[in-house]
Structures are given as C-alpha cells and as structure tokens.
C-alpha cells in the first residue's frame, strides 16, 4: 500500500472529523435552549473531536494522492468509520448512561439510516440527543446518495449508476459539472425536508418534533423522537404526508434533479421507478385487505397503515404506526419480503435495490427464452438500454454476497443466545438497513436495547456492510488489496 494513498484518506476522514465537530454544536444549542445539562456534553464532544481530527490534518496533509480506486476504497471506510465513532461519543457521554457497545450501535445505526435504536424512554430524552440521531440520519442520507451517484460509479461497484454513466447513448447525466450536479442534489434534499417539516407541522406535529422526523424520513432513516414512533401522533393526515415523502425519499436523486431543475417528465419513466411503485402498490393494497377482514378495521383506514407501513419498509425507513406484527401471518410475512427489497438506485434507502429485481427478472425472462429458441438472440434489457454480461454477473454476485452475509449474519446472532426469530429478521433489517425486526423483541413495539453486547456490534457490523453495497467493505479484507 502506497504510504500517501493512506496519507490522503486519512486527511480526508480528518476534515469530515472536523465537520462532524461543528455539527455537534447544533444540539449543545438545542439543549441549552431546553434548560438541558447535556449542553455540555455537546461541547466537550466537539472540543474533544475537533482537536483529534485537526491534529490527524495537520499530520496528514501535503500534496494529495492521485485519486484511485484504491483510495477511494479507504476513503469511503474510513468516511463511515469516522462518523460512526465519533457520533457515538456524545451519546456514550451523555445522561443516558449508554455502554460503548450502545453507544457506538445507535451511532453506526444513525449514519447508515438504519434506524433501530437501543434507547428507551425517547420521550422524555434530552432533546439534544434527539436532535443529534436525527442529524447524524440526515447526513448519512447526504452521504450515502453522493456515494451511490458519484463514487461508487467510479469503483465499479456501484452497478446501476456505472451502467447509466456508460450508457451515454440513451441516459445522461442531469449536468455535465460535477459541482452544479452537488449543489443541485443539495438544495433539493434541503428544500424537501424543509417542505416535509412544515407539512408534518401544518397537521400537528410541534416544530421540534416536525423538524426531527421530517429528517429522519427525507434520510428514510426512521429515528423518531417517540417510542411509539408515528403511533403517537394517531393522525391520518400526517400518516399520508409520511408516506409521499418517504416514497420521494426511495426514488433517485438523479431522477429528481432532472425533473426540479430541468422538467424532465420522462425521467419517471425508470424502469426501477416503475418496478418501485408498483411493490409498493401492490404490497399496500395485499395488507390493506388483510387488515380488513382479520380485524374488521374500514378499508379507508387499513389502506392508510397499510400504504405509511409498507412504504417505510420498502425505502428501508423503519417508522411504525402500530405493531403490524398484530396483523396476522400473512402481513408478517409480506412485511419480512419487503424487508429484502429496498427503494431505488440513488437514493437514500437501503435494501437489494429495485434496479438488481428487474435486471434479474429480465434475466430470467431472457434465459427462459434462450430455452424456448436456442437459436435466436435474446439481449438481456433495462428499458431501452442492453444489459452486458458484466453487469448482470455483477448483480448476481452481490444477490448471492447479500443472501450469504445475511445467512451468516444470522447464524453469529443465533451464537449469542438468541431466537431463530430474532436471529433471522436481525440480520436482514440490519443489513437492509430498515430497522425494525419480527418478533416481540426486536420488533416494531420493541427495541434492541435487551440485546448482548456481542449482538449490537454483529448488527453495527452488517449495518455498515449493507449501507456501502457490501464489496466496498469485503474489497479491504483482500490482501491483494494492500500489495503495492
């Protein structure tokens, strides 16, 4: 490993080290506003962060390594490792009397925008460290786009975007300058929660309140400052604002862009898009029916749990209007599907991806062909653009890699002493970073708090895997990786 390839990414995670610190003043202010003593907490964080990182870019700095995928491996690591650990130190720090092991899970499951949570009584929590898990689920969301969109194309890894890139024939890039494309990203992930915020406020919500879940939902990370999460507000008109914003929040940021800014109407017209909405559509209308005839509920309301519950499990955001667990074997079971599945190629959600279904649908359907009339010539299609083999073998191996890890993920937890239950649905929405699992432990009524120490750091370990497409984390246990 070249010495300055090293030097650079860590310079990197410095200057993010040092915006984290900065950020970290925010809830010292919301706290001393609030009359809470965890003020200081905040501020000795910061002093505390800031001066660790600044003195890592004063060691680090000097002429930049020639960016490569090498460095851009360990730059995004590193990135995520650094927001990690240093979020967890306000909340080990502060009045909640968290463990490392707590605090470093709640932190890992902020900036992956995974959402479960080891915190109880969040209703009568210091409402810094409300607002410092929302903030940290807001930036991960930043994060995670401009990884899917701007450096994961470049490490091949990035499957959907890679491909939309090099298929300059059919797509385009919404700008052509890499910094018009940022700003523009920016202010329509600002301008959203904004819009959200005052949308939840309008029907109810107080403003600290509205202010923290409508970041929570715009990162679809689902930290929510209730217990009961959206169960608390009992509201259908907030239930409906929830839904719009965290389906807008699944669907790509590319998408969005270039229909704000340049009326681009056929963008919609994404084949993931359109596979996006109707799992979504059809998984509502499937529980909503349920819901009906299993507890007599009007279908005007069971379609409204329905929509808001399916679509925070398909955008991996992780919010509850009530414990659909309750709602009968078939719902559980829907709902443990659509754990798996995810939003779209872009955005802030976790999950497989709805890109990866319908390459492998139009895979299948390709080979079902070939088998049919061997002799004729069957491309495999993503809407009007050819899918070559690369990128179909490259769906594929993170298919079986995702299928593998969470089966191994589920065995680990299983070690620790708990239920096959717990075991499978834990890995699976930690991976998919959704949040809530099945069962009456980790559940959607439920926490993670009861869990074993061992067991946080597995599921922090699968959070992680799940929000950085898992080869970026597996590339750095290759030792090809680190010969020169």
């Avoid at 529980?287 to 379609?303: D, H, I, K, P, Y």
């Avoid at 499990?313 to 992780?318: M, S």
Wanted: net charge neutral; aromatic share 12%.
């Amino acid at each position: 490993m070249n010495g300055q390839t090293l030097r650079s990414a860590i310079f990197i995670a410095a200057i993010c080290g040092l915006y984290l610190a900065t950020a970290m003043l925010i809830p010292a202010m919301v706290d001393l506003y609030y009359g809470s003593a965890d003020w200081q907490v905040f501020a000795l964080s910061a002093f505390f962060i800031g001066g660790v990182s600044l003195a890592a870019a004063m060691a680090t700095r000097g002429h930049p390594a020639q960016f490569s995928k090498r460095l851009g491996f360990l730059v995004v690591n590193l990135l995520w490792l650094t927001l990690s650990v240093a979020g967890a130190v306000p909340l080990y720090l502060s009045s909640l009397d968290l463990n490392m092991a707590d605090a470093l899970f709640e932190s890992v499951s902020a900036v992956t925008t995974t959402g479960s949570t080891v915190i109880a009584g969040l209703d009568s929590a210091p409402p810094g460290i409300l607002m410092w898990r929302s903030l940290l689920q807001w930036m991960g969301g930043i994060g995670i786009v401009a990884l899917g969109l701007l450096v994961l194309p470049f490490l091949r890894v990035g499957g959907f975007s890679y491909f939309k890139m090099e298929s300059s024939d059919t797509a385009e890039k919404p700008f052509a300058r890499f910094a018009v494309f940022v700003r523009a990203f920016v202010a329509i992930y600002i301008g959203l929660t904004a819009l959200c915020a005052v949308c939840y406020g309008a029907f109810g919500m107080g403003i600290f309140d509205a202010v923290n879940h409508a970041m929570t939902t715009l990162a679809t990370g689902g930290f929510s400052t209730r217990d009961a999460s959206f169960g608390a507000f009992n509201s259908v008109p907030l239930l409906w604002t929830g839904t719009i914003f965290m389906t807008i929040a699944g669907l790509p940021f590319s998408v969005l862009i270039l229909f704000v800014a340049r009326g681009r109407y056929d963008a919609l017209k994404d084949p993931q898009i359109i596979a996006y909405g109707l799992i979504i559509l059809v998984a509502a209308l499937a529980v909503a029916v349920s819901l009906r005839l299993g507890t007599g509920e009007s279908f005007g309301m069971a379609l409204t749990h329905a929509a808001f519950n399916v679509s925070s499990l398909v955008t991996t955001t992780g919010y509850a209007s009530s414990d659909y667990t309750l709602w009968g074997p078939l719902v559980i079971m829907i709902a443990f599907f659509l754990t798996f599945i995810g939003g779209c190629s872009g955005s802030t959600a976790g999950g497989m991806k709805a890109y990866r279904l319908v390459i492998i649908a139009n895979t299948v359907r390709a080979g079902i062909r070939r088998l049919i009339y061997p002799n004729g010539i069957h491309n495999v299609r993503y809407g009007t653009m050819t899918v070559d083999a690369d990128m179909q073998r490259s769906v594929f191996l993170f298919v079986l890699a995702y299928l593998f890890i969470w089966a191994a993920g589920a065995m680990a937890l299983a070690a620790t002493g708990l239920d096959i239950e717990t075991a499978l649905s834990g890995s699976i929405t930690a991976l998919a970073n959704v949040g809530p699992g099945i069962g009456p432990i980790i559940g959607p009524a439920g926490n993670f708090s009861s869990l074993g120490d061992p067991a946080k750091l597995i599921l922090a370990l699968l959070m992680l895997l799940g929000r950085l497409e898992i080869m970026v984390v597996l590339v750095l246990f290759t030792p090809l990786f680190w010969r020169d």
